[in-house]
């Protein structure tokens, strides 16, 4: 796509960010320049190269020049200690690096035996002026569509390792249902607030692939969003809904932000305080969806224009395929289709491909309309007192009190009960609710094996490097770690 763009409209803008404007002759020139670099540099076709870059252009054009020279790229989350990042590179055989100022720090310890690209005039083996300033670059016919890509680390949500490896064809066809899912169309500026260390290829493909423009915003200070929305005339975002809630917190009382058509939300639910919020200060209704990295991206979407209810993330986008399978916990989501993952790499260097449908662990319930409903993780599931309790339900309702601004609900062991559900709570202001109020509130939608037997606030909520609360910490964890 990108050389037909190049051939079609080579001087319209193809990428954006605080340092300028990418027009898609030069984002063909550089990344193409990029990926002759690599393959100079001894590197082979199917060999990895992680990267560590903010939200900026040069993420575009790193992950089109390892891909298009038929390279794999792995994105790396510098919040990582040294030590985890170094042991991933060699659990995964990394070859090449790409680092920037804020991540270089981190990362200088893995750059042994490492083609490394620098930016910000970090130290490295060639400059990123350089390596993408390549006169007339040419490439050989790579890659080919069941070539590896990308490959991005599933350790969110187990804590295991592995890698869920995805192919061209892969990024193609998530890429294609999303945008015949979502209506999206050349002349709507794109901004992904998304990790740019999690599904990476969110904050441009999308564009790249109708020839319109992505817009890369480094900051999650809302100010700046906010400026960047109204700058570029950006017509659709992606964000989580916690980015959403603090937009809308951070724009003055009566104030509206007019001209947008999407706004999408993944990672998390959105509860139905925060969609009446969005709708009244954006105009446009919250667009729930959900995916997983082995779905490669989006893989159920919220209709368009249509009033959300908290919970629901829509139905398939097309070329995906999903079903329920019952299960002693709920029912879990089995997904099929073109752009599933192909493999999973593992630390040991096995590559163990997929076999028929993926099993996402995800529990879901869909209503007479074929609207699936996110219940919460199969692991995530307690059994109190004989009784399933989804802490992400418990959770939904919490986020309902006017006084709470972020929860998650975790189980600790009871005698008799084998299980209890504990809130610990993020509130909105000074003034906290008694813990007989907040029992009553959850008892008048919640069962009382649902009720949280404990409310305990907290400053924050731990999260993992992705943005999702992290459910890996037990209650006595989260517990110690408030009284320090």
């Not at 219940?375 to 309902?400: C, I, N, Q």
Request: with cysteine; charged share 25%; net charge positive.
């Amino acid at each position: 796509m990108l050389n037909r763009w190049k051939l079609e409209r080579p001087e319209r803008v193809a990428l954006i960010d605080p340092a300028g404007e990418t027009s898609y002759e030069r984002l063909f020139q550089e990344a193409t320049s990029l990926a002759c670099q690599w393959l100079d540099r001894g590197l082979s076709p199917g060999d990895v190269v992680g990267v560590a870059l903010s939200r900026r252009s040069a993420l575009a054009t790193t992950f089109l020049g390892v891909t298009g020279a038929g390279l794999s790229f792995m994105p790396l989350h510098p919040h990582r200690s040294p030590r985890e990042l170094n042991r991933l590179c060699n659990a995964f055989s990394v070859r090449g690096l790409v680092l920037e100022k804020t991540t270089w720090k981190t990362l200088q310890f893995c750059r042994k035996g490492r083609v490394t690209v620098a930016l910000d005039g970090t130290e490295g083996d060639v400059s990123w002026e350089e390596a993408t300033s390549l006169d007339s670059p040419s490439l050989p016919a790579y890659p080919r569509l069941h070539d590896s890509a990308y490959l991005n680390l599933t350790s969110g949500s187990t804590g295991a390792p592995k890698a869920a490896e995805t192919t061209h064809e892969g990024l193609y066809w998530n890429t294609r249902g999303t945008i015949e899912a979502l209506n999206f169309t050349e002349d709507e500026p794109f901004l992904c607030l998304f990790s740019s260390h999690a599904h990476p290829h969110e904050h441009f493909c999308r564009p790249l692939f109708v020839g319109g423009t992505s817009v890369l915003e480094p900051s999650n200070n809302p100010k700046r969003v906010l400026n960047r929305l109204q700058e570029h005339s950006i017509r659709c975002v992606m964000a989580v809904p916690s980015l959403y809630r603090i937009l809308c917190r951070s724009m003055p009382p009566g104030q509206t932000q007019e001209g947008l058509r999407l706004l999408e939300s993944g990672g998390a639910p959105s509860d139905r305080s925060l969609l009446d919020e969005v709708k009244a200060r954006f105009g446009v209704h919250l667009c729930p969806v959900w995916g997983s990295t082995e779905t490669v991206g989006v893989a159920l979407a919220s209709a368009l224009n249509t009033p959300p209810r908290p919970g629901y993330v829509g139905q398939p986008v097309p070329y995906y395929d999903v079903s329920l399978e019952k299960t002693d916990l709920g029912e879990e989501l089995l997904v099929d289709g073109l752009g599933l993952y192909s493999a999973y790499r593992m630390p040991n260097g096995e590559r163990v491909p997929r076999k028929g449908v993926h099993r996402t662990g995800d529990l879901f319930e869909k209503d007479d309309r074929g609207q699936f409903r996110f219940l919460g993780r199969t692991t995530s599931v307690l059994k109190v007192a004989g009784e399933k309790v989804h802490p992400e339900k418990v959770e939904e309702v919490l986020r309902e009190h006017p006084l709470v601004r972020e929860c998650l609900v975790l189980g600790i062991r009871h005698t008799s009960k084998g299980q209890v559900p504990v809130a610990f709570l993020v509130g909105k202001a000074a003034q906290r609710p008694q813990a007989k109020d907040l029992r009553a509130f959850c008892l008048q939608r919640l069962t009382s094996q649902e009720t949280p037997k404990r409310f305990e606030w907290v400053d924050t909520l731990p999260r993992l490097p992705g943005g999702k609360l992290d459910r890996n910490l037990s209650a006595k964890e989260l517990q110690e770690r408030r009284k320090e």
